[in-house]
């Protein structure tokens, strides 16, 4: 949605349910950074597929919705989803409980076809928790198909999804997905080949006349800190963020684009870069926490990829999903997913290239019938 929203818009929205901020602040248990691990076995050629700004909602076709997302996922043939936000809006709780379900048969039937596993994952955005629910019930839901058994899956549940209610931690999301190769393994940690950290960039904060879109907190940026110097002995791996509103570095990241879009990046931008309301150095801290790839959602219609460059010379990479269905405002030729695929004994410097990235635009007029009109 747009950078600025009317106090009587977020009236509206808390009234629904469910935007909290003082309650959320209001934390008491502090748990260990390792707590927030689980793990996948790592493949040479590992493939995400990120879907981001579904925004399932009292309007939407649920059963259709679902079935254009089962249709990316039976063509991207994924070892991992990740849900980068804003897939509730106006929901209720069996709209969480039917994308969620979906999601896993999914997964299931994945695994199953090709003798690998394959799970889900999910953010937050700034809109999921305006429904009709309960402000943990996503969390509730989510929790009840995860496991945090690595590669054994138990009772058929698959999803990648951590969190510790009334934990010490503000937002929804802090936990993190260690891709690991353990099949040559002899003493210490598996070998670890990339991280995942996935987190919630919030929702709102109020500037004392309008709400702007809110960012990741100091604890969080943290937390991922921690993570970095606690959970495994292994440093020697790349490390990734999704979330869903973006880093205020994205603007800059999108001028230097301009100037060089040949070497740069590739993808289109529609819109300007919606941002949070301040700059509280989440860069720099991610940054320190290892991380040098960031995925987003948030923006309609900008789908993506920069290579950004640093004050200190150093470069990362800055990516926008691309949005999932056609609910609320969008572009017919911009709905689909993006696929983002992990090699094996890459570099840094080899890893940070777009050409790892790929949009994959569905056929609104045919694949899914008429789409855009329905």
């Known amino acids: 949605m747009k950078k600025r929203l009317t106090a009587f818009f977020l009236t509206a929205a808390i009234s629904l349910g469910c935007i909290c901020f003082g309650a959320c602040a209001d934390k008491s248990k502090s748990v260990e950074p390792v707590k927030y691990r689980t793990t996948m076995q790592f493949y040479d050629g590992f493939k995400i597929m990120q879907l981001t700004d579904l925004h399932f909602g009292i309007e939407t076709d649920v059963a259709q919705q679902l079935d254009v997302i089962r249709g990316y996922a039976q063509k991207s043939k994924p070892d991992l989803i990740i849900l980068t936000g804003d897939s509730f809006m106006y929901a209720t709780k069996g709209m969480v409980r039917s994308l969620f379900s979906a999601l896993n048969e999914e997964c299931a039937k994945l695994t199953a076809e090709r003798g690998r596993l394959t799970k889900f994952s999910f953010t937050f955005g700034n809109h999921d928790n305006q429904g009709d629910y309960p402000r943990y019930f996503i969390n509730e839901t989510a929790l009840s198909f995860a496991t945090n058994d ?153 789908y993506g990829d920069f290579l950004y460059t640093d004050k200190s010379g150093d470069n990362a990479i800055f990516s926008y999903g691309v949005k999932s269905t056609n609910q609320i405002y969008h572009k017919k030729d911009m709905i689909g997913y993006k696929e983002i695929t992990l090699k094996d004994g890459l570099t840094r410097e080899q890893f940070l290239t777009v050409q790892n990235i790929k949009q994959n635009f569905k056929n609104v007029t045919g694949e899914y019938g008429n789409y855009e009109n329905s």
Do not use: W
Not at 177 to 203: F, M, P
């Open 150 to 302: 690595g590669d054994e899956i138990k009772d058929n549940k698959y999803a990648a999804f951590i969190d510790f209610e009334n934990d010490h931690l503000f937002g929804l999301t802090n936990f993190f997905i260690d891709l690991v190769d353990d099949r040559a393994k002899t003493t210490g940690d598996a070998d670890v080949k990339y991280r995942l950290h996935v987190i919630d960039s919030n929702s709102y904060y109020f500037n004392g006349t309008d709400y702007d879109y809110d960012v990741i907190h100091p604890e969080q940026l943290t937390h991922a800190q921690s993570v970095y110097a606690a959970a495994t002995a292994d440093k020697d791996y790349i490390g990734m963020a999704f979330f869903h509103i973006p880093l205020h570095e994205y603007k800059d990241a999108y001028d230097q684009y301009l100037l060089s879009p040949e070497t740069r990046g590739q993808g289109e931008f529609r819109e300007g870069v919606l941002y949070g309301y301040t700059n509280n150095g989440a860069y720099d801290k991610l940054k320190a926490a290892n991380v040098v790839a960031y995925f987003c959602g948030h923006d309609h219609i900008n």
